[in-house]
Nanobody
Framework: QVQLVESGGGLVQAGGSLRLTCAAS????????MGWFRQAPGKEREFVAR????????GYADSVKGRFTISRDNAENTVYLQMNSLKPEDTAVYYC???????????????????WGQGTQVTVSS
């Protein structure tokens, strides 16, 4: 069983920055990839970014490209999401997710991920 715990959310003004952290814990943590998703009020959960655990290759939603950066610390079983130039439309609950194995599902698909954190609120004021 994998537990994911997000932290780092908060209230920030438009144009500001936040860094989210997701710490994974398990007796033996093994994952194929880690992702960040977000869900705004009244909207469906959507893909934000993903990183393959060993290779380090990344993918981003078009809406955050050039502003957000996903990274990981393999030794600490931690994944980060650096968010710069934040906009009010970035306001959402941000979730960390783990994809245990490679899947035929595209990495932007929620169903490709096995474990989820509880989420952390990010609010961007205009």
């Amino acid at each position: 069983q994998v537990q994911l715990v997000e932290s780092g959310g908060g209230l920030v003004q438009a144009g500001g920055s936040l860094r989210l952290t997701c710490a994974a814990s398990a007796r033996t943590f093994s994952t194929y990839a880690m992702g960040w998703f977000r869900q705004a009020p009244g909207k469906e959960r959507e893909f934000v970014a993903r990183i393959r655990w060993r290779a380090g290759t990344t993918g981003y939603a078009d809406s955050v490209k050039g502003r957000f950066t996903i990274s990981r610390d393999n030794a600490e079983n931690t994944v980060y999401l650096q968010m710069n130039s934040l906009k009010p439309e970035d306001t959402a609950v941000y979730y960390c997710a783990s994809q245990t194995y490679s899947s035929s599902l595209y990495y932007t698909n929620i169903a490709a991920y096995d474990y989820w954190g509880q989420g952390t609120q990010v609010t961007v004021s205009s």
